[in-house]
């Protein structure tokens, strides 16, 4: 009898036997050949409950953060990070040295292991280099959903990203043409009555100017003017657009040459998503709350008197972090030999640090002995960010 089901599992763990063949098929061959457990069987071996999941299909599963609390008086389990010193163009075989690690440990010493890894690009999955999910008998499955959409994480952060780029745009365009009071009025509508109210983005604002009021019609002219007008510096901008593909002809374009945008253009690109600040935020924070704060803080510039441009100051961070909201979850997968994956985040360690979710890591530490991860790149970029950072 388990002494702790609400922490331990309902039910003991079963490993998931493998179909080995001679000679090893491809990586894609073996992925799709394997038996593959229900999710909710994999959530009841690791001990988390039905009400802590939110279902993606019969094989992935968001797992909700409530389950920090309650498991937040468990002891946390060892912690093991698989790195590399000379890094290769096309890998070399961190994740399937740190999956077959996971699977020894979970299917054959009996240990219970979580395996934490990055969600990989669709711009390496569809270029030279592969997908990211381990390869031959050390995978993490479904393969196919793993290196591509699996729940829309990457797509969400696409949208916040774009969604902060787009207000960029659109402020500068809006004010060009028009003046001081007309901003204001756009910002804050007068109602029926005549009243105008600051929205708490707004608020946010005001305090960074030193503006100490919370009704906008005891605003004087400059300070109508010093809250409305943003003045950002077009040559200042750092903030770009992003999509998840290898699109080269979009590394660099000119914008605004519709005849609506009335002349407005500017030479800007894409990045790819998984390079968006907003993707390491996502690594890095700890709850929806932290989340919204730190996407508050993201930089997009300066105004031209040299002072710092944030999305705060443009008012598009609540509304970034209301399309993040799912994306904060950890998503539920497993090994070919049936043992726990969390697969959350992918920031590069070359422009980041590399490593794998905050909030995926505390949450498997509760729930195993061992949690194994891996950290990208080489030992001096992405491991040394893991033991600076995590």
């Not at 999710?39 to 599963?61: C, N, R």
Request: glycine share 8%; charged share 25%.
């Amino acid at each position: 009898m388990l002494k702790n089901p609400s922490v331990h599992g309902t039910r003991p763990f079963t490993p998931t036997k493998l179909k080995l063949r001679n000679p090893v098929p491809s990586d894609i061959e073996i992925a799709q050949e394997a038996d593959i457990k229900p999710i909710t069987q994999i959530a009841e071996e690791v001990g988390l409950l039905p009400s802590e999941l939110e279902l993606h299909g019969d094989y992935m599963a968001k797992v909700r953060l409530e389950v920090l609390e309650r498991l937040k008086d468990v002891p946390n389990g060892k912690y093991i990070d698989v790195t590399a010193i000379t890094p290769t163009p096309l890998g070399e075989g961190k994740s399937t040295t740190m999956v077959g690690l996971s699977q020894a440990l979970g299917a054959h010493l009996g240990k219970r292991v979580f395996t934490c890894i990055r969600q990989p690009s669709q711009g390496p999955t569809f270029g030279i280099k592969g997908g990211a999910a381990g390869g031959g008998y050390s995978q993490v499955i479904p393969m196919e959903d793993f290196n591509l959409h699996l729940t829309g994480d990457i797509h969400a952060i696409t949208a916040a990203n774009n969604l902060l780029a787009a207000a960029i745009d659109a402020r500068m365009f809006h004010e060009s043409r028009q003046s001081n009071e007309q901003l204001f009025d756009a910002l804050c509508p007068p109602n029926k009555e005549g009243k105008r109210k600051f929205s708490p983005s707004m608020l946010r604002r005001l305090k960074k100017l030193g503006i100490d009021k919370t009704d906008p019609n005891d605003l004087t002219a400059e300070e109508r003017a010093r809250f409305a007008r943003l003045d950002i510096d077009p040559d200042s901008i750092t903030w770009r657009r992003v999509i998840d593909t290898n699109d080269r002809f979009l590394r660099e374009i000119t914008i605004g040459q519709g005849p609506e945008e009335k002349g407005f253009t500017r030479r800007t690109g894409f990045d790819i998503t998984v390079a968006s600040e907003i993707m390491a935020i996502l690594a890095l924070t700890t709850d929806l709350a932290d989340m919204r704060e730190r996407f508050g803080r993201i930089v997009i510039g300066t105004s031209c008197a040299g002072e710092a441009i944030t999305a705060e100051d443009l008012g598009v961070a609540g509304a970034m972090t209301v399309l993040m909201k799912d994306a904060i979850k950890p998503t539920l997968m497993q090994t070919l030999e049936g043992t726990p994956v969390f697969v959350h985040a992918g920031p590069f360690a070359n422009i980041a640090h590399g490593n794998s979710s905050i909030i995926a890591d505390r949450i498997a530490l509760k729930l195993a002995d061992y949690v194994v991860t891996e950290s990208g790149f080489g030992a001096d970029i992405g491991m040394e960010k893991f033991f600076n950072i995590k």
